[in-house]
């Protein structure tokens, strides 16, 4: 994994990443993964994120994205997460529903969660 995002050009591969990141031991590679997949592959940050949420911590990754300014581009991770009815997903998820002023979206996920 770590030899993958030191050499991206030559060693990534978006599903044999995916493949290889499931099966390490240190969950800390997951959070380099993530600021990896920011910087180089922001696009395909949900798709990462969906693999590496049956072991991560999602509140540590609510308050990273929030520190970065990148809870809009985790949107769709937030959303299929939410079912853990974990406080900082939904808080996260309300406020940008909110921001973005979808309060159909918001009654919902109240209502739900």
């Given amino acids: ?5 030191a050499h991206p050009t030559e060693a990534w ?3 044999h990443f995916k493949d290889v990141i499931t099966k390490v031991a ?11 997949y920011l910087e180089f592959k922001p696009m ?8 590496l949420s049956p072991r991560m ?15 809009k581009l985790v949107k769709g991770y937030l959303r299929s997460v939410q079912n853990l009815n974990n406080k900082a ?11 973005e002023e979808d309060y159909q979206g918001l009654r919902t996920s109240i209502d739900a969660f």
Avoid: G
């Fill in 44 to 51: 395909l940050l949900n798709d990462l994120l969906l693999v």
């Fill in 89 to 99: 997903i939904n808080e996260a998820l309300n406020s940008l529903l909110i921001e």
């Fill in 26 to 36: 240190n969950i800390e590679l997951y959070y380099k993964a993530i600021q990896f």
């Fill in 13 to 15: 591969r978006e599903s």
């Fill in 57 to 71: 911590d999602h509140t540590r990754a609510v308050n990273y994205f929030t520190k970065m300014n990148h809870l």
């Fill in 1 to 5: 994994v770590l030899t993958m995002m």
